[in-house]
């Protein structure tokens, strides 16, 4: 069977209602302040204007409320700065020119300027921004002259309308870092999921190229056998097409366990369908098995390189003898499996091999291919030593 490696961490448990009801409102919150132009509009319709000057003025209201709406958005726009100056330099407008019409409650946008101002991710831009306003505040003639509907902008005024203006600005700088937070914690989260599932895709991948390929290369083997016995000794090929039938049924649950992520059946199974491989292709298996508790990981991944490596040998190495050498080497824990056949030359690593350097890398191990003492192929593979007990020998000696 197929073990499945550790996943991700599960994904937080979507919010209940009253979570999903605080984001609600939070996310209208920024809308409720647009209930602060009931000031300047009850200034100005206080005083009777022409039919054009209220249409204008409306018209102007209702394009800062959308402006306004947009750039609190939860969505930050790639032009969000430049959205922003624009509404802070249609707030300043909009106070000189309602200084003429309604008086001191023009002040109002001066407030929404610093709010949007600071709305954005630079302090230089909010502290130009800022100075802008207090400047606009004390212009020359504006202090002192009187304006319409209130009389002056005395400095009880000028006190009130600065520390609106500073709060707003500095409440908002603070909760946009927030929600640039939020999104890229979220950006930070999608990608992580992404890769989850990319590694899952090759996990599975190498997964049914390990169990299939070593499977039904023995059933291949195994079918020609059968068709070779088919006239000189029918019994003889009754039964190897009977253990045809078996492989085949065994690697269909082997792709079941793969799919549902079970554990590994362990390396003394795989010490046993290697012999029966090797066996069905005529090669002799000599084996030196020191026993040893090993960690699920490492189990895992040198049954892996294991099965991988006698799929090899049966493909391609026209072998005699296959010497399989499991146990420990100092401080570390070997899988060793030499062959006497024809070698791999020049030949480039194909997707076996990269698999299972890949698994061994990933269970903290070391992986090398080299020749044989006999001209044949070494496959190595060392992990750290962990003892965690010593049961009893895998399989002793296993001869041809």
Not at 62 to 90: C, I, K
Not at 116 to 144: H, M, N, T
Not at 343 to 372: C, H, I, K, Y
Request: contains cysteine; aromatic residues 6%.
């Amino acid at each position: 069977m197929i073990k499945t490696p550790d996943r991700a961490q599960p994904l937080p448990p979507p919010p209940d209602g009253s979570e999903v009801r605080r984001r609600a409102l939070w996310r209208v919150f920024p809308l409720i302040w647009l209930g602060y132009l009931f000031f300047p509009v009850r200034s100005f319709l206080g005083s009777p204007h022409s039919s054009g000057e209220t249409v204008a003025v409306l018209a102007a209201l209702l394009a800062f409320a959308v402006v306004w709406s947009v750039v609190y958005s939860r969505r930050l726009w790639a032009r969000h700065l430049a959205l922003v100056l624009a509404g802070f330099l249609a707030c300043g407008a909009l106070y000189v020119a309602g200084l003429k019409v309604i008086g001191y409650d023009s002040a109002t946008f001066l407030v929404y300027a610093g709010a949007l101002i600071g709305y954005q991710g630079s302090l230089r831009v909010a502290a130009g921004g800022l100075l802008l306003i207090v400047a606009a505040l004390l212009a020359p003639g504006w202090l002192d002259a009187g304006v319409p509907g209130t009389g002056r902008l005395d400095m009880a005024d000028l006190v009130q309308v600065l520390v609106l203006t500073c709060v707003a600005l500095y409440g908002n700088q603070a909760a946009y870092r927030q929600v640039l937070s939020s999104l890229r914690l979220a950006r930070v989260q999608a990608e992580k999921e992404q890769l989850a599932a990319d590694a899952e895709r090759e996990r599975i991948a190498r997964d049914l190229h390990d169990l299939l390929g070593h499977t039904l290369s023995v059933i291949v083997l195994k079918s020609e056998l059968a068709g070779k016995l088919q006239e000189r000794d029918p019994a003889r090929a009754r039964q190897e097409i009977r253990e045809v039938e078996r492989i085949a049924r065994g690697a269909l649950g082997e792709v079941r366990s793969a799919v549902s992520g079970y554990r590994g059946s362990g390396l003394r199974a795989e010490l046993a369908r290697s012999k029966l491989a090797l066996s069905t292709a005529g090669v002799r298996l000599d084996l030196d098995a020191e026993a040893l508790t090993l960690p699920a990981e490492v189990e895992y991944a040198a049954e892996m390189v294991l099965r991988e490596a006698v799929t090899n040998i049966v493909r391609h190495a026209r072998a005699g003898v296959v010497r399989v050498l499991i146990g420990q080497q100092g401080t570390q824990w070997v899988l060793e499996v030499q062959d006497d056949g024809a070698g791999r030359g020049d030949a480039a690593e194909g997707t076996g091999l990269t698999g299972m350097r890949e698994r061994v890398r990933a269970a903290g191990g070391q992986f090398s291919v080299g020749s044989g003492g006999s001209g044949g192929t070494t496959v190595r593979a060392s992990f750290p030593l962990r003892p965690a007990g010593r049961p009893a020998p895998l399989n002793r000696p296993v001869g041809a």
